[in-house]
């Protein structure tokens, strides 16, 4: 199976009208992809009210002074499961590393690291994730749902989770508001 042009460590930007409120304005970190399927984090939604010292809390792990960034949704698969997506200087029992851009690690000896003041520099915390069967990522980009960029691992840790869209596409040369989800016929 021929994989597409882009690897993991980019990311995928919905198009608009993708057909699934779930992925609306979505911004997703492409963390694994492989012919049996493909994961990534959603970056643009944060839970109502959860932090990450309330997540640490929950897992019986004192924050200390860990801030109170918002918990994102990573994705509709598996909403129980934590994921911390971090700078690629700090590794741990599950580390992924991803293309050198950035690191994914699902066990919570990355949140205790954390609130120790050993973690990784720059990180966000999610639980769920966006996860795709053997080639159903491939026929949902061949449909044109999503927009594929390298972007900046600035995305990430410097820009505010409702405007890692627009901000996504501004970086790739493109002004979202110009987008429709409509096709025209020439």
């Known amino acids: 199976m021929k994989l597409p042009p882009y690897q993991p460590g980019q990311f995928l930007l919905a198009m608009p009208g993708i057909g699934d409120d779930r992925f609306e304005q979505s911004v997703i970190a492409m963390c694994a992809h492989d012919p049996g399927g493909a994961m990534g984090l959603c970056l643009h939604e944060p839970l109502d009210g959860m932090t990450v010292p309330d997540l640490m809390r929950q897992m019986d792990i004192?924050?200390?002074?860990t801030p109170p960034i918002p918990v994102?949704?990573?994705?509709?698969m598996e909403p129980e499961r934590?994921?911390?997506?971090?700078?690629p200087d700090w590794g741990g029992q599950d580390t992924r590393h991803v293309a050198g851009r950035w690191a994914l690690?699902?066990?919570?000896?990355v949140l205790s690291a954390i609130a120790e003041g050993r973690g990784p520099a720059?990180?966000?915390?999610?639980?769920g994730?966006?996860?795709?069967s053997a080639g159903q990522l491939e026929r949902e980009l061949s449909w044109n749902g999503w927009f594929v960029t390298p972007g900046t691992v600035g995305l990430i840790w410097d820009v505010?989770?409702?405007?890692r869209w627009l901000e996504g596409f501004r970086a790739a040369g493109i002004?979202?508001?110009m987008l429709s989800p409509d096709m025209g016929h020439a």
């Open 62 to 65: 004192d924050p200390r002074a």
């Open 72 to 76: 994102l949704a990573g994705g509709p």
């Open 122 to 127: 720059r990180w966000v915390a999610a639980l």
């Open 175 to 177: 002004d979202a508001r």
């Open 129 to 132: 994730y966006a996860g795709w």
């Open 160 to 163: 505010e989770p409702d405007l």
């Open 105 to 109: 690690t699902g066990s919570c000896d």
């Open 82 to 87: 934590g994921f911390v997506l971090h700078s």
